[in-house]
């Protein structure tokens, strides 16, 4: 079974388009991260055109016993090399990509710099309504129940091995799609 797990939707009010921190799938009874390649793919799954700005780290950096997943071609990739989508920002057909401010933020309300979410007070926040410096709105540690199922049809077999942890050291940011 395919769900798609995300732990947190941004919405914006001045900007309309919809931003998703941390997406990632489980496939089986594991969970991965998605590769920036499916920042595309992600948004037309859920519903959207395409994706905007996106924020990326590798699996190394991110620290979780997890590996990669890209959609399309569906791969696994255990490379603790592989880059990997930390937020992603989705739009709808016509939609354009919000812009960065002059402090480096992309959202709404933002008081710091170098923000990727709404509401946030501080610097280099990633999500929404974080307070400090360097916060993510959350990670995936465990499976989560109640999401939808995504149709395995064509899907190849995976191994299902998780890789030990590693420290957190950074985030990338890029324009996307």
């Known amino acids: 079974m ?3 797990l995300s732990l947190g939707v941004l919405s914006r009010a001045a900007c309309t ?3 998703f921190s941390l997406p990632a799938v489980r496939y089986g009874p594991h969970v991965y991260m998605l590769e920036t390649q499916s920042a595309d793919d992600i948004c037309r799954w859920m519903g959207y055109s395409k994706s905007g700005a996106i ?3 590798t699996l190394h950096i991110l620290g ?3 590996s990669a997943i890209t959609m399309k071609p569906f791969e696994i990739n255990k490379d603790r090399s592989a880059r990997i989508l930390v937020a992603v920002e989705c739009l709808k057909a016509g939609q354009k990509a919000c812009t960065m401010d002059k402090d480096g933020n992309i959202g709404t309300g933002n008081k710091g710099k170098n923000n990727f979410g709404d509401y946030n007070i501080g610097d280099w926040n990633i ?4 307070k400090g410096n360097l916060n993510w709105e959350g990670v995936p540690a465990t499976p989560q129940e109640g999401l939808p199922a ?3 049809e064509g899907l190849p ?3 299902q091995e998780g890789l030990p942890a590693a420290p957190q050291e950074g985030v990338a940011s890029t324009s996307h799609g």
């Open 2 to 4: 395919l769900l798609l």
């Open 64 to 66: 979780l016993p997890v």
């Open 55 to 57: 924020k990326e780290t």
């Open 127 to 130: 999500g929404s309504s974080n």
């Open 17 to 19: 388009t919809k931003f």
């Open 157 to 159: 077999a995976a191994s």
């Open 150 to 152: 995504v149709p395995q």
